[in-house]
């Protein structure tokens, strides 16, 4: 398995600013994801985090809104910018290794 | 796309009991079925999860059954415990998909 790490573990914010949310991986992995679960909702990708390339992101959801960096096969960050109150959330960091995917604690978003 | 539907919502079991959560998925390519459970403020926990070219995986109390012809897959947990309470999601790994897509979620409740 492998042990996901993700700062902050939750953050109160004002709209119109931006916060940037950290993953990082006990191990070296190819695929990395970041997923985000409104309240009392399932969760839902926001985009596959590729290495040395841009993220690929999922119908609803822009880069200029989310943007992702992978630097390396062990951390990536996403970041949510000009923030309103319908983006708190529960960000999830995800990834794939043997073949399974694990998650991350989650960040815990408020907008006020 | 792959679309995950899951029932029920809610299940209330008395303890000892079984239960049993189904979900259907709609791409015939998916090859890829996993169970997470989450509890209040936590990430997602994989539990169990099944590959399209099985159809049955036990592991303890805890099992999962997959008919492809049908399009549909269960959970299944014998001798329910209070530490079971939570909310369970299926999520499908659709052809050509790297994440995952998940159904909206069971509570299960585990009646002392």
């Known amino acids: 398995s492998a042990v996901i790490s993700q700062k902050p573990s939750r953050d109160i914010c004002q709209r119109g600013t931006s916060l940037t949310i950290q993953c990082q991986v006990d191990s070296q992995v190819t695929m990395m994801f970041w997923y985000r679960q409104q309240p009392g909702q399932s969760l839902t990708l926001i985009a596959t985090?590729?290495?040395?390339?841009?993220?690929?992101?999922e119908s609803g959801f822009v880069i200029d809104k989310f943007p992702i960096s992978r630097p390396n096969l062990t951390f990536s960050t996403l970041t949510v910018s000009n923030m309103s109150p319908e983006d708190s959330s529960i960000y999830l960091c995800s990834v794939a290794a043997s073949d399974t995917q694990y998650f991350g604690p989650g960040t815990r978003l408020t907008v006020l | 796309g792959e679309n995950v539907e899951q029932h029920p919502s809610t299940l209330s079991v008395q303890e000892g009991d079984s239960a049993v959560i189904k979900c259907t998925y709609s791409d015939s390519a998916s090859n890829y079925f996993p169970w997470y459970k989450q509890e209040l403020g936590k990430g997602p926990q994989l539990i169990i999860d099944i590959r399209s070219n099985v159809g049955e995986k036990k592991d303890q109390r805890i099992a999962v059954t997959l008919n492809k012809t049908a399009k549909h897959f269960s959970l299944h947990i014998t001798e329910t415990q209070p530490e079971d309470s939570a909310v369970y999601f299926c999520?499908?790994?659709?052809?050509?998909?790297?994440?995952?897509?998940f159904g909206k979620g069971t509570h299960l409740i585990i009646q002392p």
């Open positions: 985090a590729n290495q040395g390339s841009e993220a690929t992101y």
């Open positions: 999520a499908g790994l659709g052809g050509g998909a790297d994440g995952l897509t």
